[in-house]
């Protein structure tokens, strides 16, 4: 069974850092792009982060451009999220997710990804 499990979240004050990591099993993600998104309460969930299977390629939504890095290692199966520069707004979970085997590409849209995290809490406060 594929699982891609989140974790690193937690409370924060505006302004801080935190880290997020997802750790895939089951399979390899290797040859696979990988992508954060995150849901606020009462919103829809949102585009946050892509990179594709090497690593050589990332997009990042423009609310978190420059103060967001997503990265992965290979080797380890394993995605990250840096987050700096922490806002208020920035609150939601946040959720890995990841294409099909050789869907190499990256991608903004949440319904090219198949495989999804069970997510993790990232709270900013003022």
């Known amino acids: 069974q594929v699982q891609l499990v989140e974790s690193g979240g937690g409370l924060v004050q505006a302004g801080g850092s935190l880290r997020l990591s997802c750790a895939s099993s089951?399979?390899?993600?290797?040859?696979?792009?990988l992508c954060w998104f995150r849901q606020a309460p009462g919103k829809e969930r949102e585009f946050v982060a892509t990179i594709n299977w090497s690593g050589g390629s990332t997009y990042y939504a423009d609310s978190v451009e420059g103060r967001f890095t997503i990265s992965r290692d290979n080797a380890a199966n394993t995605v990250a999220l840096q987050m700096n520069s922490l806002k208020p707004e920035d609150t939601a979970v946040y959720y890995c997710?990841?294409?099909?085997?050789?869907?190499?590409?990256?991608?903004?849209?949440?319904?090219?990804?198949?495989?999804w995290g069970q997510g993790t809490q990232v709270t900013v406060s003022s």
């Open positions: 089951g399979r390899t993600f290797s040859s696979s792009a």
């Open positions: 997710a990841g294409r099909r085997l050789y869907q190499r590409s990256s991608s903004r849209s949440e319904y090219e990804y198949h495989y």
